[in-house]
């Protein structure tokens, strides 16, 4: 894939996204839109499901629209795609249309893995891999992240941002964004991050997603708005609230009788977290964090794409976690 920004080829190619950061193959899924838009301003987008693909609906995919001669294809969940399905998707892979670009991807586990490997083989397919990043990586992401925007930021103020922000690629990606513009060719030093997001994570963002994981209707709304009108950037409460189920989901799928250290590096959350995890699992099923992680999902979508009104958005999120948890 090309670098970020660039616009490479993709038109009678198939970008393969393997890998658990969501947030990257995002990017690269931006990436590929953005290439195929570049090079015909009338291509059409559609997205699928590969748990939804049959060789019927492969067809209609990759065949021309009435509104366009150019597709842009992404199937998401490959690893879904049934056995039926497979055959003809290799297929299209090994001789891709001249006006489709696909994308396919990939959550990384070891299902689907004998037709990624078949996909790997093929002259159209270029794969773009998104390993998880260890703790110590995500200091080097926020600089790279600065860098690439033509900002500099130094290991202390990376570090500080991860610190307070956490460590997920999509909030900590618009801090620096947020940074970067309200800092235009200036350093991004230790002083400028901490002035914008010192105690961020625990005063505001979270603050909002530990109060509705709780139940707390009326002092998540208000640490919303506080949040709000302070400047917060809406992907940060969205970040936070997914954060949030995430780790109340792995607290609640873990092993029994593991000691707190253990149980903390197992559920990836710092000791201190583990009492608030206790206390919000309480009330809360499977299915209701099921629902919440797609609630989560939903929001963080309008909040990127068509929510007019992001703050009603988040209000909505608030409303719809705090009913979920009173629904067991």
Not at 59 to 73: I, N, Q, Y
Not at 126 to 145: D, H, I, M, N, T
Not at 201 to 219: I, L, N, P, Y
Not at 291 to 310: L, S
Request: charged content about 25%.
């Amino acid at each position: 894939m090309a670098a970020r920004g660039s616009q490479a080829q993709v038109l009678g190619r198939v970008t393969l996204v393997t890998g658990p950061e969501e947030f990257l193959n995002e990017r690269t899924v931006r990436q590929v839109r953005e290439a195929a838009l570049a090079q015909d301003p009338e291509v059409e987008f559609t997205d699928a499901l590969g748990g939804d693909l049959t060789p019927a609906s492969m067809g209609e995919l990759s065949a021309p629209s009435l509104f366009s001669a150019t597709r842009c294809v992404v199937v998401r969940a490959l690893e879904n795609v049934p056995s039926e399905s497979v055959d003809g998707l290799l297929d299209f892979a090994a001789a891709p249309a001249e006006e489709v670009a696909l994308v396919l991807l990939h959550s990384g586990g070891q299902k689907g893995s004998g037709t990624l490997a078949k996909l790997r083989k093929l002259p159209a397919v270029a794969e773009v891999k998104s390993a998880a990043l260890k703790a110590s990586e995500y200091p080097r992401f926020v600089q790279s992240e600065a860098r690439t925007a033509g900002a500099r930021m130094d290991d202390e103020a990376a570090s500080f941002l991860v610190q307070a922000v956490g460590q997920d690629l999509r909030a900590l990606a618009a801090a620096v964004d947020q940074l970067v513009n309200d800092f235009p060719g200036q350093p991004l030093d230790t002083e400028r991050v901490r002035r914008y997001f010192g105690g961020r994570a625990e005063a505001k963002s979270f603050a909002v997603a530990d109060a509705a994981f709780h139940g707390r209707r009326a002092v998540a709304l208000e640490e919303l708005r506080w949040a709000l009108d302070g400047g917060t950037a809406p992907v940060l409460v969205t970040s936070a609230f997914a954060t949030g189920a995430r780790g109340l989901a792995r607290y609640v799928s873990a092993p029994r009788g593991m000691r707190e250290a253990d149980l903390a590096r197992e559920i990836g959350v710092p000791p201190w977290k583990l009492r608030t995890l206790r206390d919000q699992s309480r009330a809360w099923s499977r299915d209701g964090l099921a629902a919440a992680i797609n609630a989560v999902a939903q929001a963080d979508a309008d909040i990127k794409g068509a929510a007019h009104d992001p703050a009603y958005t988040l209000e909505r999120l608030v409303l719809t976690i705090a009913a979920l948890r009173d629904a067991r």
